[in-house]
């Protein structure tokens, strides 16, 4: 199964992932991958009645969120970052797990990228035939902005937040989530065509879930290159492929859902948690 208007990028861009080196003095002050926002403890402006559905975010029309109905403010709830592929916006992504998330009571983040793909991807379309990997661009503060509202608006437990892409969105989310695993426990990747250094030093969950068939974005990396190094960064990796191409089947989407929440241990007294549509 295809979900409908879920495009890729065909390029793949591979920056190969080292170990960090703590007090390096080449490393950057800010650097530009390290996300800022984090769940706020005891939130004063907590929505004590927010709409369940899907709705955009106070003023950032370009981030959805999705609230499941048995969403308590008093018991913080898991929350899953969501991004889209190439070509996509993130209400597809909302589409493609919301009944998962409505079962397991979990909160649903999708921004939309700025352009029509994440920033290194199109930074890396403008430079085929140069050896120089893109670096990151705008939607990493776009993304922080929109998880640090997130937090500020609904209760979530920080120890149930995951990082979920497909395609573009899944080669993004693995180096942004592997580069901010203190943040996002677990990041699950479907169909990834990139993984960019990895200089943050927290260590996670991942999941990479592939076709054996994909023929825009082909297995390979993920199973040869992308699942040992994270794995020798000390990553707990788990590779699931299934026979079909660059698709995000139900089944699958089921299966990683389940495998975030029923591996992640609740921080605080919460809500039922969640599943992938």
């Not at 295809?2 to 992932?17: E, K, P, Q, W, Y």
């Not at 955009?56 to 899953?80: H, I, N, R």
Request: net charge negative; aromatic share 8%.
């Amino acid at each position: 199964m295809r979900l409908s208007g879920l495009s890729a990028c065909v390029a793949i861009t591979l920056a190969m992932a080292v170990p960090p080196v703590a007090g390096s003095e080449n490393a950057p002050a800010a650097p530009v991958w390290d996300l800022q926002a984090s769940p706020v403890v005891h939130p004063e402006h907590l929505d004590p009645a927010p709409a369940a559905g899907m709705e955009s975010l106070p003023g950032m029309d370009w981030a959805k969120v999705y609230v499941p109905k048995s969403y308590d403010p008093a018991k913080p709830a898991p929350m899953a970052l969501l991004l889209h592929g190439s070509g996509d916006r993130g209400h597809t992504m909302i589409r493609a797990f919301e009944e998962l998330a409505e079962e397991r009571g979990v909160i649903l983040l999708a921004p939309d990228s700025l352009a029509y793909s994440w920033d290194i991807m199109v930074a890396g379309a403008r430079l085929r035939g140069v050896t120089r990997v893109p670096d990151w661009g705008p939607d990493v503060g776009r993304i922080d902005s929109a998880l640090a509202l997130a937090f500020q608006t609904y209760a979530i437990d920080p120890d149930r937040i995951a990082l979920i892409g497909f395609s573009d969105g899944a080669g993004y989310g693995l180096s942004l989530g592997a580069n901010n695993a203190d943040l996002f426990k677990t990041v699950i990747a479907f169909a990834p065509g990139l993984l960019m250094k990895v200089n943050g030093t927290g260590r996670g969950r991942v999941m990479l879930v592939h076709g054996e068939r994909d023929d825009v974005l082909p297995l390979k990396p993920t199973r040869d290159i992308f699942a040992p190094v994270l794995k020798d960064l000390g990553f707990d990796v788990e590779l699931r492929t299934f026979n079909g191409g660059h698709v995000m089947p139900e089944d699958k989407r089921a299966e990683a859902f389940n495998w975030w929440l029923d591996g992640a241990k609740p921080a605080h007294v919460g809500g039922p948690s969640g599943t992938a549509r």
